[in-house]
């Protein structure tokens, strides 16, 4: 399986979702040793965007397009969102459930639209999210996600064609 969801990954994010807590903080360990990626593991059940935002700036996943003595939060989340635009790192949040859901929508559609908007070959951002269950998250997504002028897709396919759920469970 893990060989699979390693495959799954180089194209899509993925929700890891189903056993326990512990069961799928196991199994994004092993697939995390397989794979080359530098990997970027948030702290597990974040619970607000402030968590985030103190995690962003702690590991430095930002790149500032001048120097200054200091940034303000606006210019960190700006450096922060081109960094995941020209990153092909892994990025991982475990329990995201936990997050208010209002930075988790939004985080997963800033992500979704990172995978979505690249080119054919070109690098990209990776995301593991594990959480208990699905919990209408596609739903929730792809009710805020913006779509390209003549899509032919609906928004909810976007969001399954970029987000592959993975049920360790099965």
Do not use: C
Request: proline share 2%; glycine share 2%.
């Amino acid at each position: 399986m893990i060989e699979k969801v390693k495959n799954i990954l180089n194209k899509k994010h993925l929700l890891i979702i189903g056993k326990s807590e512990k069961d799928r903080h196991k199994f994004i360990n092993t697939l995390i040793t397989n794979v080359n990626f530098d990997t970027f593991r948030f702290p597990s059940r974040m619970k607000s965007f402030d968590e985030y935002f103190d995690f962003i700036k702690k590991e430095k996943l930002y790149k500032p397009w001048y120097k200054a003595k200091s940034y303000n939060v606006n210019q960190i989340l700006d450096f922060h969102w081109d960094w995941v635009s020209e990153n092909k790192s892994l990025i991982v949040m475990e329990e995201f459930e936990q997050m208010e859901e209002r930075w988790r929508i939004e985080l997963m559609k800033i992500y979704i639209n990172e995978i979505e908007n690249r080119k054919k070959g070109e690098k990209k951002i990776h995301l593991i999210i594990s959480q208990e269950n699905e919990n209408r998250l596609i739903e929730k997504i792809s009710k805020v996600i913006p779509t390209r002028i003549n899509e032919r897709r609906t928004k909810y396919q976007i969001v399954q064609q970029n987000l592959e759920t993975i049920n360790i469970s099965e």
